[in-house]
């Protein structure tokens, strides 16, 4: 699946023509052979999916655009703040609390 995202673009996927409004999941269990689970696991880990009838176009897009952001800023697709530990989380939720407050 990395492969196919990475080489090929969302609007000439031949897998995915005519199911661009199939739920995810569903398309990945079918196009690949996933175990539902594993589909699962992949439609919101990775596609960043915010329920099971996500748009199949949409969630490829988004898988997309993770992969091509792996490698960008070192071996992870995450940013990881180089100042700053446990206590910025904190600090960050006393703020937001005193503001609500």
């Given at each position: 699946?990395m492969?196919?995202?990475?080489?090929?673009?969302?609007?000439?996927?031949?897998d995915a023509?005519?199911?661009?409004?199939?739920?995810?999941?569903?398309?990945?269990e079918e196009?690949f052979?996933?175990?539902?689970?594993l589909?699962?696991q992949v439609?919101y880990?990775?596609?960043h999916c915010?329920?099971?009838?996500d748009?199949?176009?949409?969630?490829?897009k988004r898988t997309?655009r993770?992969?091509?952001?792996?490698?960008?800023?070192g071996?992870g697709?995450f940013l990881v703040?180089?100042?700053g530990g446990?206590?910025?989380?904190?600090?960050?939720?006393c703020r937001y609390v005193s503001?609500?407050?």
């Amino acid at each position: 699946m990395m492969t196919y995202s990475k080489v090929r673009n969302t609007k000439d996927q031949a897998d995915a023509v005519g199911k661009e409004k199939e739920p995810f999941p569903e398309f990945l269990e079918e196009a690949f052979n996933l175990p539902s689970n594993l589909a699962s696991q992949v439609a919101y880990a990775i596609a960043h999916c915010s329920s099971p009838m996500d748009p199949t176009l949409e969630a490829l897009k988004r898988t997309r655009r993770y992969i091509k952001s792996i490698g960008r800023y070192g071996s992870g697709a995450f940013l990881v703040g180089q100042y700053g530990g446990a206590g910025e989380i904190a600090q960050g939720f006393c703020r937001y609390v005193s503001f609500l407050s």
